[in-house]
């Protein structure tokens, strides 16, 4: 059996962190009520010269360092992002020549808060299909661009940032103990649009627009909704929660986080957090969580993870991988 094993993660953040503090300023709203409705302290805000391009080239390299691979080495790139350079070409394209690869192919996915979870998904079928050898796998965001930022009920949630993983075509024996992508459930619904979207589009409006949400509605979905997509990974994986070792969940509002791992059953101890750090950057918001764990050491070889994540859409999906 061919499984896909992260060989490298990296990251890249934009330069200006921005402090609860500064809403303050902008909006009718405080440190303290952000810091008790969201879990975020900070985020990362893109500069002018940073964009979702330049912040996935950094995360890509980092993430080929990382595996002690050069771009010549990437055969497939998929760029997870709702905020890509250009209308069109892919911004993964971009992202392919800056590397400096002419081979291979290069495409943009757009899933989301789930890109991520559905690009690393994608990227696994390409290799176990044997149309690839290696993936660079990309979550890149400047949220930033398309912020209402006199809304006090959005601007605050969301940040920039990348990350990326390297994925490789490893054979193995099929075992739950290889390295490598074990299982995976996607799941979708556009019945839910207006509870997250932006209110713009080349067909539509000829603008970029605005993210609009509708908090609680999107709150209320989202523990069900993520704990089912997670009961059928395990399903699939043939394991229980206690199994696991890491749950590395999307990170948009730490009670969201809190209340789908005590549903699960999974301790906060195994749950790895950076929403304080970061804010919801969207797809590229489980890699830079992931990245953090595999930095400090609490990831390590062998260790049973769990990658999650829910979108507007909604999209959500859950994978399961053994580092």
């Known amino acids: 059996m061919i499984r896909s094993v992260v060989k490298g993660v990296g990251t890249s953040l934009p330069r200006r962190i921005m402090k609860n503090s500064e809403f303050e300023t902008l909006v009718d709203t405080t440190d303290e009520w952000i810091v008790q409705r969201t879990g975020i302290t900070q985020r990362h805000i893109a500069g002018d010269d ?39 070409p892919a911004t993964a394209v971009e992202i392919q020549n800056r590397l400096g690869i002419t081979h291979g192919f290069a495409f943009d996915l757009q899933a989301v808060c789930s890109g991520f979870v559905y690009a690393i998904t994608t990227a696994d079928l390409h290799l176990r299909g044997g149309m690839a050898k290696r993936a660079l796998v990309i979550g890149s965001e400047t949220f930033s661009r398309i912020l209402d930022w006199t809304d006090r009920t959005t601007c605050v949630l969301f940040g920039d940032g990348a990350g990326a993983v390297v994925l490789e075509a490893e ?43 509708e908090g609680k509605e999107v709150f209320k979905h989202a523990v069900g909704m993520i704990t089912d997509v997670i009961e059928e990974t395990f399903r699939q994986g043939e394991i229980t929660a206690d199994q696991l070792d890491w749950f590395v969940p999307h990170q948009a509002n730490r009670r969201i986080i809190e209340a789908s791992a005590k549903k699960l059953g999974i301790p906060m101890e195994k749950v790895v957090v950076t929403v304080d750090l970061h804010g919801n950057t969207s797809a590229a918001s489980v890699p830079l969580a992931l990245a953090s764990a595999v930095a400090d050491g609490r990831i390590k ?20 991988l053994r580092w």
């Open 50 to 88: 940073e964009s979702t391009a330049s912040l996935g080239e950094a995360a890509a390299r980092a993430a080929l360092d990382a595996a002690g691979l050069t771009p010549a080495d990437i055969d497939l790139i998929v760029l997870a992002t709702s905020t890509p350079n250009n209308t069109f």
């Open 171 to 213: 054979e193995g024996t099929g075992a739950l103990t290889d390295q490598g992508i074990i299982a995976a459930s996607l799941r979708s619904d556009g019945s839910h649009k207006q509870k997250l979207y932006v209110d713009g589009g080349p067909s539509t409006t000829g603008k970029v627009g605005v993210l609009r949400m």
């Open 301 to 320: 070889k062998g260790d049973l993870v769990l990658l999650e994540a829910m979108g507007g859409g909604f999209t959500w999906g859950a994978v399961l």
